[in-house]
């Protein structure tokens, strides 16, 4: 037999979703994977019962609903400030994870570099791989993940095709200051580099901290691909609902490439979706407010069990430090944490390109219930995994 393939050699599976099922193994509560426990807005799930019952069963345009593509036209019109042609710089795909993979597509050959800034979710990485270029890594130096400028320069000298960037960051919280973002236009400018931007969290950005579109910025919509989906900031982490917005000569070739990699995303869900696609600014206040009080909740409850931890300022993931136990791997501790404890997180080697062990993700997209439930769980951490007394 010939060998498989060498390029993907090296892949492990998600360890986010391995996470998830240890946490089910072993009955933890899921603070792993990045879902809520709580329903879409009423008005999403209402649409959808009647969508089961009208004629939305088969293809949509490959690239999206028309109507869909209309309503997501004008609301990301209205927050990123310009006009969005929704049949030309619009391209609809499975989720966020085909948006990013479509796009890295679209500007990448083989041999190409891309910059990924590390912490950094773990599919930036592969899509990089898969589309045969090579990453680069660029660290964000805790505990506020700043960038030094001369490093991104470094990288930007050696002529990469295209730079990642996740803002607000998962899984560190991290929402790019505007003046971190000019540099990073600047050397995109200077080094001609596409820019493929994961904007997921951008409606959970946390006071005083402000989110600002890449593409908006001067000079930067020509070069960059700004993917999203609705999972998020709708609770619908299952519908697989997200996009791509970029100018249309980009879009003409990512629709090519999204036609042959899935056809098109599920018709009766971009048809179910609409009515919150055409929420008013109340809604996005009301989530934030919902986020805010969540983090509010767990973050203090963490300093109350004197966990240390980071303070993100977008996004709902915490990094927290476990130094203190001891454990040479973060994936042993996060699966003895599951068992011993009932708390289900991601060990946070997985995001770093950088050697660190020390680091685990947790999240509080959950019911207020939820989340104190993990808490009282976690009360008995050092007693069920105690100080330096267990080395992997």
């Known amino acids: 037999m010939q060998n ?45 019962a009647q969508v089961a019952h ?18 997501l036209a004008a609301k990301q019109a209205r927050y990123m400030g310009r006009a969005i042609d929704p049949n030309s710089e619009i391209v609809v795909t499975c989720g966020s994870t085909e948006a ?7 500007v990448t050959d083989p041999g190409d570099k891309v910059i990924i800034f590390s912490p950094f979710y773990e599919n930036y990485g592969a899509d990089t791989i898969l589309s045969g270029a090579q ?16 490093v991104l320069e470094d990288a930007y000298r050696q002529h990469p095709k295209a730079l990642v960037l996740c803002n607000p960051s998962n899984p560190c919280g991290k929402v790019f200051t505007r003046e971190e973002l000019e540099i990073i236009a600047s050397l995109a400018r200077k080094y001609d580099t596409y820019v493929i931007t994961d904007e997921v969290y951008e409606h959970i950005v946390y006071a ?21 989906s609705l999972s998020k900031t709708y609770s619908i982490t299952g519908w697989r609902l997200g996009y791509i917005i970029a100018p249309g000569e980009i879009i003409e070739r990512a629709k090519k490439v999204h036609d042959f990699l899935t056809v098109g995303a599920a018709a009766p869900l971009q048809e179910a979706v609409i009515p919150g696609l055409r929420f008013g600014q109340d809604y996005y206040d009301s989530l934030l407010e919902k986020y805010t009080h969540k983090k509010e909740l767990f973050l203090q409850g963490l300093d109350r069990l004197n966990i240390v931890h980071n303070d993100p300022e977008g996004a709902y993931y915490v990094l927290l430090d476990i130094s203190e136990f001891g454990y ?38 959950k019911k207020d219930e939820t989340l104190l439930e993990a808490l009282n769980r976690l009360e008995s951490l050092r007693k069920k995994i105690p100080a330096k007394c267990q080395k992997m």
């Open 54 to 71: 009208e004629d939305f069963h088969q293809y949509s345009i490959t690239w999206g609903a028309q109507n869909f593509r209309e309503a």
């Open 328 to 365: 040479d791997s973060d994936v042993a501790f996060c699966e003895t944490l599951a068992r011993e404890v009932g708390v289900g997180a991601v060990p946070g080697s997985s995001f770093f390109r950088e050697p660190v062990n020390h680091l685990i993700r947790m999240h509080f997209a």
């Open 208 to 228: 005083p901290h402000r989110h600002t579109y890449f593409a908006t910025l001067p000079g930067m919509w020509e070069r960059t691909l700004s993917c999203s």
């Open 135 to 150: 990453p680069i890594y660029v660290p964000l130096v805790p505990p506020d993940f700043h960038f030094d400028p001369n």
């Open 100 to 106: 990013m993979m479509a796009a890295m597509m679209t």
């Open 4 to 48: 498989l393939s060498e390029r993907t050699a090296g892949f492990t599976d998600s360890v986010i979703r391995r996470m998830t099922r240890v946490s089910m193994q072993y009955g933890a509560v899921n603070l792993s994977q990045g879902f809520p426990d709580f329903d879409p807005p009423q008005a999403i799930t209402d649409r959808l």
